[in-house]
């Protein structure tokens, strides 16, 4: 599940069992990424709140398309099909995969693919970019809060996506399930669990 050692679901204790059993009451499944910040339970919780700030000031569908487009250019396989998923709960999934492959060909209205367009700069490299990339912003409609909020979604990726990565997490094996285009279109990084062999390691 990952390159590092984690605490067994079964012997967990403490606070590292109090957050095994919140993830899974929440997801209905123990994530394989709660394994790895479960080790460092005050570092998760300030992730959770960070990451709770910044969805509150931001309609839910646009937090949505920021994170994609940041997961998508972070090659985060995991973020993507996360929050891909949720995302074609709300917009169906061929819309999904056009925004993965080819935004601007997506369908979407021009500020949202304003948020997508500037959440990518940002996973892609902020010291990059230059006023221009906030004026394009600002021209298709989004005020400067609304430019701040994408920067933090596209900001607070960066951090959660390199973690598992640089560790070595796989997304969970339940997302092997999702239909076959949009699971391919998501899956951006390192491959699913169990299309990786890896499903019944521990």
Same mark, same amino acid.
């Given at each position: 599940?990952?390159?590092?050692?984690?605490?067994?679901?079964?012997? #967990?204790?403490?606070?590292?069992?109090?957050?095994?059993?919140?993830?899974?009451?929440?997801?209905?499944?123990?994530?394989?990424?709660?394994?790895?910040?479960?080790?460092?339970?005050?570092?998760?919780?300030?992730?959770?709140?960070?990451?709770?700030?910044?969805?509150?000031?931001?309609?839910?569908?646009?937090?949505?398309?920021?994170?994609?487009?940041?997961?998508?250019?972070?090659?985060?396989?995991?973020?993507?099909?996360?929050?891909?998923?949720?995302?074609?709960?709300?917009?169906?999934?061929?819309?999904?995969?056009? $925004?993965?492959?080819?935004?601007? #060909?997506?369908? $979407?209205?021009?500020?949202?693919?304003?948020?997508?367009?500037?959440?990518?700069?940002?996973?892609?490299?902020?010291? @990059?970019?230059?006023?221009?990339?906030?004026?394009?912003?600002?021209?298709?409609?989004?005020?400067?809060?609304?430019?701040?909020?994408?920067?933090?979604?596209? @900001?607070?990726?960066?951090?959660?996506?390199?973690?598992?990565?640089?560790?070595?997490?796989?997304?969970?094996?339940?997302?092997?399930?999702?239909?076959?285009? $949009?699971?391919?279109?998501?899956?951006?990084?390192?491959?699913?669990?169990?299309?990786?062999?890896?499903?019944?390691? @521990?």
């Amino acid at each position: 599940m990952s390159w590092i050692g984690t605490p067994e679901e079964s012997s #967990a204790t403490g606070a590292v069992a109090e957050v095994y059993a919140a993830d899974r009451r929440a997801s209905g499944e123990l994530p394989n990424y709660s394994r790895v910040f479960a080790q460092r339970p005050a570092v998760y919780a300030a992730w959770q709140q960070l990451n709770g700030a910044v969805k509150a000031e931001m309609d839910p569908r646009r937090y949505e398309l920021a994170t994609v487009a940041a997961a998508v250019r972070l090659r985060s396989s995991y973020c993507a099909l996360a929050h891909g998923q949720v995302l074609a709960e709300q917009m169906g999934a061929g819309p999904v995969v056009d $925004l993965v492959r080819h935004p601007r #060909a997506a369908g $979407l209205p021009p500020v949202e693919v304003a948020v997508v367009e500037l959440a990518d700069r940002v996973a892609a490299g902020a010291a @990059s970019m230059t006023e221009a990339d906030v004026e394009r912003a600002r021209a298709a409609g989004l005020s400067d809060s609304d430019v701040l909020d994408v920067v933090l979604v596209a @900001s607070a990726r960066l951090f959660f996506s390199s973690v598992l990565d640089a560790v070595g997490v796989l997304p969970d094996a339940s997302y092997a399930s999702l239909p076959p285009t $949009l699971r391919d279109a998501l899956t951006v990084g390192r491959p699913i669990e169990h299309a990786a062999g890896k499903a019944t390691e @521990s």
